[in-house]
T-cell receptor
Framework: ETGVTQTPRHLVMGMTNKKSLKCEQHLGHNAMYWYKQSAKKPLELMFV???????ENNSVPSRFSPECPNSSHLFLHLHTLQPEDSALYLC?????????????FGPGTRLTVL | KNQVEQSPQSLIILEGKNCTLQ??????????LRWYKQDTGRGPVSLTI?????NTKSNGRYTATLDADTKQSSLHITASQLSDSASYIC???????????FGPGTSLSVIP
């Protein structure tokens, strides 16, 4: 295990539902990330939090709403999603945000939007 | 444009055989290059990291090479095992904190 946990591991939701993904890191890191991984495509960075402050938002639609209540927890709130949002959502953490710091990934949440 | 390309897209090899995966990048200025292994249903796990001055790095049966002049890297897997079946992702970082570019990955299947 990498020290980063995600729940739920699998989620099926309709387009009108509201759900949340949860990530928790036990590594004492101060930066956390949300990524989207679609089939046959590179990981896409969605959000970055450093010291609980959002420092990056890569033009992600507003139907995705992140929340970072403290340095160990990260949420991704979902509402009125589209079928094309179906993907593996990965959370990661690192100590510091420089490019040399290794990111440790959670196992991901497999999301299916019907 | 900063890009990372990997080849082949997928690969099937017999258990016990060796294989080499390729990564080409255009990220500049360059800071470091990592190879990650991602098992099915799991998150990526770092295998190796190399900076500009390093041209080879080993981790057990995995050996990564880097040619910063030609902007190419390879990951060589020796005496493959069934557990090596996974996606291998090349990640190149620029000197700016926000320049972390992921490749599309190579899907490796090791069969008995």
């Amino acid at each position: 295990e990498t020290g980063v946990t995600q729940t739920p591991r699998h989620l099926v939701m309709g387009m009108t539902n509201k759900k949340s993904l949860k990530c928790e890191q036990h590594l004492g890191h101060n930066a956390m990330y949300w990524y989207k991984q679609s089939a046959k495509k590179p990981l896409e960075l969605m959000f970055v939090y450093s010291l609980e402050e959002r420092v990056e938002n890569n033009s992600v639609p507003s139907r995705f709403s992140p929340e970072c209540p403290n340095s160990s927890h990260l949420f991704l709130h979902l509402h009125t999603l589209q079928p094309e949002d179906s993907a593996l959502y990965l959370c990661a953490s690192s100590q510091g945000r420089t490019s040399v710091n290794e990111q440790f990934f959670g196992p991901g949440t497999r999301l299916t939007v019907l | 444009k900063n890009q990372v390309e990997q080849s082949p897209q997928s690969l099937i090899i017999l258990e016990g055989k060796n294989c080499t995966l390729q990564c080409n990048y255009t990220v500049s200025p360059f800071s470091n290059l990592r190879w990650y292994k991602q098992d099915t249903g799991r998150g990526p796990v770092s295998l190796t990291i190399m900076t500009f001055s390093e041209n080879t790095k080993s981790n057990g049966r995995y050996t990564a090479t880097l040619d910063a002049d030609t902007k190419q890297s390879s990951l060589h897997i020796t005496a493959s095992q069934l557990s090596d079946s996974a996606s291998y992702i090349c990640v190149v970082s620029g000197t700016s904190y926000d320049k972390v570019i992921f490749g599309p990955g190579t899907s490796l299947s090791v069969i008995p």
